[in-house]
């Protein structure tokens, strides 16, 4: 589909909880719209591959002196290796494309005069950058602190007491890097022994210690499974 590159005198705009990654043209800043919880993404902006598979909110910020900010669309260079749909990358398969960032240009309204709902020949780029997708070979728990901070990997077995709390995060590697992306992870432990509570954070599971046992949390993502052994034990007097 051909676009008219038209570069519009931007500045970039760290937005978000990430210093974010400047598109190839130095026109727009974009960041994953993390949850404090994604300590790498904080930290570090969209500079790894998204995982196949997961899918990653995004968020991208420009500005221009004496002007309001543009209407923004996000479209896929390739489609075949990750789409966009309602400000997310989905990533489909393993590879690189562009995501390219546009905004309308002259001419692009419909008969009733309002902007079409798809990019045309008449719509602006006004930046693009480039989007690693690679397939995850590791699943990795780590352990969320209170400060909403995310540890290192969990050991293969753990223990509790009655009562405790432990929030765990799946994340998919390859290799040695940690790789983007929300989850559509399967927990599963003893309900006898914990409760797993789904507070609506993807690929995320809050675990409470409810009786003295052993169990094991399993969890399922991307065809991958990781678990780490929990025992449970009981204060006694």
Same mark, same amino acid.
């Given at each position: 589909?051909?676009?008219?590159?038209?570069? @519009?005198?931007?500045?970039?705009?760290?937005?978000?909880?990430? =210093?974010?990654?400047?598109?190839?043209?130095? =026109?727009?800043?974009?960041?994953?719209?993390?949850?404090?919880?994604?300590?790498?993404?904080?930290?570090?902006?969209?500079?790894?591959?998204? /995982? &196949?598979?997961?899918?990653?909110?995004?968020?991208?910020?420009?500005?221009?002196?004496?002007?309001?900010?543009?209407?923004?669309?996000?479209?896929?260079?390739?489609?075949?290796?990750?789409? +966009?749909?309602?400000?997310? +990358?989905?990533?489909? /398969?393993?590879?690189?494309?562009?995501?390219?960032?546009?905004?309308?240009?002259?001419?692009?309204?419909?008969?009733?005069?309002?902007? &079409?709902?798809?990019?045309?020949?008449?719509?602006?780029?006004?930046?693009?950058?480039?989007?690693?997708?690679?397939?995850?070979? /590791?699943?990795?728990?780590?352990?969320?602190?209170?400060?909403?901070?995310?540890?290192?990997?969990?050991?293969?077995?753990?223990?509790?007491?009655?009562?405790?709390?432990?929030?765990?995060?799946?994340?998919?590697?390859?290799?040695? =890097?940690?790789?983007?992306?929300?989850?559509?992870?399967?927990?599963?432990?003893?309900?006898?022994?914990?409760?797993?509570?789904?507070?609506?954070?993807?690929?995320?599971?809050? +675990?409470? /210690?409810?009786?003295?046992?052993?169990?094991?949390?399993?969890? &399922?993502?991307?065809?991958?499974?990781?678990?780490?052994? @929990?025992?449970?034990?009981?204060? &006694?007097?």
């Amino acid at each position: 589909m051909p676009f008219t590159r038209f570069l @519009l005198p931007f500045l970039a705009l760290a937005t978000g909880c990430a =210093q974010g990654s400047s598109g190839a043209l130095g =026109q727009t800043d974009t960041t994953a719209a993390c949850p404090p919880s994604e300590l790498v993404c904080a930290v570090a902006g969209i500079d790894a591959p998204i /995982a &196949k598979g997961a899918a990653l909110p995004i968020q991208v910020s420009v500005t221009s002196e004496g002007a309001a900010t543009p209407p923004l669309s996000f479209v896929s260079a390739n489609p075949a290796i990750f789409t +966009i749909d309602d400000a997310r +990358i989905h990533a489909q /398969a393993p590879g690189l494309a562009s995501m390219l960032i546009t905004t309308a240009g002259v001419g692009a309204q419909d008969a009733e005069g309002d902007p &079409k709902p798809q990019a045309s020949n008449s719509d602006l780029v006004v930046d693009f950058l480039h989007v690693w997708v690679a397939e995850a070979d /590791a699943l990795r728990l780590h352990r969320v602190t209170t400060g909403g901070l995310q540890t290192s990997p969990l050991p293969a077995a753990m223990e509790m007491l009655v009562g405790d709390e432990l929030t765990l995060v799946a994340a998919p590697h390859r290799g040695p =890097q940690r790789l983007l992306g929300e989850l559509d992870a399967a927990f599963e432990a003893d309900p006898q022994v914990v409760l797993m509570l789904d507070e609506g954070v993807a690929g995320s599971r809050r +675990i409470v /210690a409810t009786a003295p046992g052993e169990t094991t949390v399993t969890v &399922k993502a991307l065809d991958i499974e990781v678990a780490v052994a @929990l025992t449970v034990l009981e204060v &006694k007097p």
